[in-house]
């Protein structure tokens, strides 16, 4: 099965790794030059979609594929072959791996979370862990807990030792993205377009705050508030200690992914193509217009010293840098 959607990005300092297609492909930042490219050559039974992840001195990129593979590559050179190979995973990988010191976790669309050793890519638990159906999104990591969100309605805290389950708290909708971490809070939307606020020790559901739709992205928490969009394509801004709203505004289109909070603004990607930025204290718009790039965009945008990096999907071009200040769009990658 190919994968066909948006770009996997993800940024570490100088360089972007981008998961698309048939390789997996480190890009200097500055210039959009190709460092190098993974496999030499396109394996047609092979392609790529889920965000690579980096390990911490920056030596190996850890990438999983939509045909079940998982590789651990050396990220300086990507040469052709793996520094190792996981195979077991038997299903898709959607969601980011993450890197946790020495072991990364591997999210799958069968359900499971296998926990591997960084330098051998051996499997460290006795069993991953196995939810009731896919989970797409990236796991987040504090302390000794592991925390994820599934299609089957349930946001789960697993032991990071050995995969066990600490609890489970049923939302009463698919969940597509990972939650967000605050306060002793974890936020998650789901596809009801209800932000959950549970406490992250016991899964006790503290608020609800509904949304007119489904709420696919994760929000981002700055100063109290968390900021998210949702699918009728509303822009929320929720106080997390109480879930008030403070305000919302309407955006360009959709909004499936997460948002990216830079300096005083919130900036939100929709489905038809436009960037809007909005203030974070009356959630006005902070351009005169929105940023227009060509294809959709459903993935997550990255904040770097180059601009707000937004993925797109149905485009010639890969990823576009905006200008936060001014909205001013260019292509930074494309592969043609």
């Known amino acids: 099965m190919q994968a066909s959607s948006w770009p996997g990005v993800s940024l570490a300092e100088d360089t972007i790794y981008i998961a698309f297609g048939q390789f997996v492909y480190s890009v200097d930042l500055e210039s959009g030059r190709v460092n190098w490219t993974y496999p030499a050559e396109a394996d047609r039974n ?9 390990s911490s001195d920056g030596e190996t990129l850890v990438v999983g594929s939509y045909s079940q593979t998982v590789y651990g590559l050396n990220a300086q050179s990507g040469t052709n072959m793996p520094l190792w190979v996981f195979e077991e995973a038997e299903d898709r990988i959607i969601g980011a791996p993450l890197i946790v010191e020495d072991r990364v976790l591997i999210p799958t669309a069968l359900g499971r979370v296998f926990a591997l050793d960084l330098e051998s890519g051996q499997s460290i638990w006795a069993e991953p862990f196995e939810a009731e159906h896919a989970i797409w999104s990236s ?3 504090q302390e000794d807990r592991i925390y994820v969100g599934g299609l089957d309605h349930y946001v789960y805290s697993i032991s990071l030792e050995d995969g066990q389950v600490n609890w489970s708290t049923d939302l009463g909708s698919a969940i597509a993205d990972s939650p967000t971490l605050t306060n002793g809070l974890l936020l998650s939307g789901t596809f009801a377009g209800t932000l959950s606020a549970l406490d992250a020790q016991t899964g006790r559901i503290e608020w609800e705050f509904q949304a007119d739709d489904a709420i696919w992205g994760s929000p981002v928490v700055q100063d ?3 900021y998210f969009g949702d699918v009728a394509g509303e822009a929320h801004a929720v106080e997390i200690e109480t879930g008030r709203e403070l305000w919302r505004h309407e955006l360009s289109g959709p909004a499936s992914a997460s948002p990216v909070v830079q300096d005083e603004t919130v900036y939100f990607v929709t489905e038809v193509g436009q960037m809007d930025a909005l203030l974070l204290e009356s959630g006005e718009p902070a351009w005169p217009a929105s940023a227009t790039m060509a294809g959709r965009l459903l993935a ?14 149905e485009s010639e071009c890969l990823i576009y840098a905006v200008e936060p200040e001014t909205g001013a769009v260019r292509c930074l990658f494309a592969t043609e």
Not at 46 to 54: E, M, S
Not at 300 to 313: Q, T, Y
Request: aromatic content about 6%.
């Open 300 to 313: 997550d945008p990255l904040s770097s010293s180059e601009g707000i990096l937004v993925p797109a999907m």
């Open 224 to 226: 109290g508030v968390a």
């Open 139 to 141: 796991p987040i990591v």
């Open 46 to 54: 092979t392609t790529f979609y889920a965000p690579p992840a980096l």
